[in-house]
């Protein structure tokens, strides 16, 4: 019995089929999901075939040490914005041996949301070596911690199949 709820459960087991058909790996860059979307692959029989590397990047100094994420980005943009999550997808993509690389980056609340950002607001951007890129800006708004974070990974196990069908 999966830990994670079977819809997600669903979406790992194809993102995992997936990757071992075409013989891809794949890195992840999370920060308000703390290593749920790695956890949900390798929660799958036969994900070692298919899951590098995950990177937990929960403060800024871990985004720019880890990933490479420019301070200047952090200082302009924050550590919740589509600039910060595509740099996070791209030092998870070439500090690492996979074809495609996820970040997330987002407010789980309870508090820490404003105005501009306000609590379940989430940036991922998944990238892959051939160029392509997927962002998405989620909006899940104030539903609990736990539905934003299994939300989030949801999504992104969603734009992994996506980016699958043209790498």
Do not use: W
């Amino acid at each position: 019995m999966s830990v994670f709820p079977s819809d997600i459960e669903t979406l790992a087991r194809k993102v995992v089929a997936d990757f071992t058909a075409r013989g891809h790996m794949l890195s992840t860059a999370e920060s308000c999901t703390g290593g749920l979307i790695a956890g949900a692959l390798t929660e799958i029989a036969g994900s070692s075939a298919v899951v590098d590397r995950g990177f937990v990047t929960y403060t800024n100094d871990a985004k720019m040490d880890m990933l490479g994420v420019s301070a200047l980005t952090l200082e302009t943009f924050g550590a919740v914005s589509m600039e910060t999550a595509l740099q996070m997808a791209h030092g998870a993509l070439y500090r690492s041996r996979a074809h495609v690389s996820m970040a997330v980056t987002g407010i789980a609340g309870p508090g820490g949301g404003s105005a501009l950002k306000p609590v379940g607001l989430v940036h991922i951007a998944a990238k892959a070596r051939t160029g392509r890129i997927l962002h998405r800006e989620m909006r899940y708004g104030d539903v609990g911690r736990d539905t934003v974070r299994l939300a989030t990974v949801k999504t992104s196990l969603e734009m992994l199949i996506e980016l699958s069908q043209s790498v």
